[in-house]
Nanobody
Framework: QVQLTESGGGLVQAGGSLRLSCEASGRTFSNYAMAWFRQAPGKEREFVAAVSWNGASTNYVDSMKGRVTISRDNAKNTVYLQMNSLKLEDTAVYFC??????????????????WGQGIQVTVAS
């Protein structure tokens, strides 16, 4: 059974930084791309970032380019999301997800087959 467990969320002041982690188990982690999505209250879940199976390729949503970095450590079965210069509008529940694809071109919820439980990120003024 595939399990994804996020950590590292919390409350941060606007302009601050957070690093989210997602540890995976139950699948050969290094074979598949991983991604982060987020969902704000009353809004649909949206793509944030993806990293290819080997970490060589990344993809980001335009609204967070330059402020966020996705990376992975296949030896630790973990994917990370480093977020800097956080804004109030970044407040959301953040989810990590895994897909049966290897690349980073897939940005739709439907392309990902396993999800973490989500972790709250709150940016305060």
């Amino acid at each position: 059974q595939v399990q994804l467990t996020e950590s590292g969320g919390g409350l941060v002041q606007a302009g601050g930084s957070l690093r989210l982690s997602c540890e995976a188990s139950g699948r050969t982690f290094s074979n598949y791309a991983m991604a982060w999505f987020r969902q704000a209250p009353g809004k649909e879940r949206e793509f944030v970032a993806a990293v290819s199976w080997n970490g060589a390729s990344t993809n980001y949503v335009d609204s967070m380019k330059g402020r966020v970095t996705i990376s992975r450590d296949n030896a630790k079965n973990t994917v990370y999301l480093q977020m800097n210069s956080l804004k109030l509008e970044d407040t959301a529940v953040y989810f990590c997800a895994t897909t049966y694809y290897m690349g980073t071109a897939h940005v739709e919820v439907k392309d990902y087959d396993y999800w973490g439980q989500g972790i709250q990120v709150t940016v305060a003024s």
